[in-house]
């Protein structure tokens, strides 16, 4: 791959990498509810700063979820534009893979990691992975849960394998929720967000063997159907993650 652009807008983070000549132009910002401002901007920065036009792409990555609704929808477009406009594939990638990944940057000697992100309503999406020497593996799909059924499976999926565990996004689940099970250390990480240039490092060596994909299929991963999401609209100052 010769120019890959990656962009995640999954969470009130807008994050965009363009790798190109062996160099990695990066723009990241944290402003919620911003995305459809910022989104477009650092795109033409990051390319400008590598000498590029959108014609020059090879590949789309982008955070397909799950996340905020509005942001996953965001990223799912611009980058179905592009790529239909200039006929390159796309991939997308696990928002809460790309959590792991960027946990594991800052503590790469842990087990496993767990993923949660905010989703409202009293609910967590997560999962659980695993620690490989290419990149973290799932051990099971996203899932959309309340904290107290997550505390539950995480049991049952991660007591088997003693170690360091990372907890990324701990606040969401509480101490009194939080598994202790036997040869487990278990270390709360709070302030992890997506990265795109942790994105592009996972989705990079899958584009090269061949992983991408018609630009028909950059959709976006919700796990909550539209309806429920509705019910959402009301942007009271407390919601601790916009949409």
Same mark, same amino acid.
Request: charged share 20%; net charge negative.
């Given at each position: ?8 807008t999954?969470?009130?983070?807008c ?8 160099r ?6 944290? +402003? *919620?509810r911003?995305?459809?401002? !910022?989104?477009? @901007?650092?795109?033409?920065e =990051?390319?400008? /700063?590598a ?22 929808r ?18 997308g990638?696990?928002?809460l ?26 609910e967590?999406?997560?999962?659980v992975f695993a620690?490989t020497?290419?990149?973290? +593996? *799932?051990l099971?799909?996203?899932? !959309?849960?309340? @904290?107290?059924?997550?505390? =539950?499976q995480? /049991?049952?999926r ?15 689940l ?10 487990c ?6 302030a992890?967000m ?13 584009l ?5 994909r018609?630009a ?9 159907d ?12 407390d919601?601790?993650?916009? +949409?």
């Amino acid at each position: 791959m010769q120019a890959v652009l990656a962009l995640d807008t999954s969470t009130d983070v807008c994050s965009v990498a363009l790798e190109h000549g062996g160099r990695v132009h990066f723009r990241h910002q944290l +402003e *919620a509810r911003a995305h459809n401002r !910022l989104l477009l @901007p650092m795109i033409e920065e =990051v390319l400008a /700063e590598a000498g590029l036009l959108p014609s020059d792409l090879d590949a789309l990555v982008f955070g397909r979820g799950p996340g905020s609704f509005t942001g996953l929808r965001i990223a799912a477009a611009v980058t179905q534009a592009l790529a239909w406009a200039h006929d390159v594939p796309v991939l997308g990638v696990s928002s809460l893979e790309v959590l792991a990944a960027e946990a594991l940057q800052r503590v790469p000697a842990a087990t496993g990691v767990i993923t949660l992100i905010d989703a409202r309503m009293g609910e967590c999406y997560w999962n659980v992975f695993a620690v490989t020497s290419a990149a973290p +593996e *799932a051990l099971g799909e996203d899932g !959309l849960d309340a @904290p107290t059924a997550i505390s =539950v499976q995480l /049991e049952a999926r991660c007591a088997a394998q003693a170690g360091m565990w990372l907890l990324v996004g701990a606040e969401l689940l509480p101490e009194s929720l939080r598994p202790a099970w036997q040869g487990c250390e278990l270390i709360a990480m709070d302030a992890v967000m997506p990265n795109a240039r942790t994105l592009l490092t996972l989705a990079t060596p899958r584009l090269r063997v061949g992983e991408g994909r018609p630009a028909s299929e950059a959709v976006p991963v919700y796990l909550r159907d539209a309806s429920r999401w509705r019910q959402l609209d009301d942007p009271s100052p407390d919601r601790r993650v916009s +949409e």
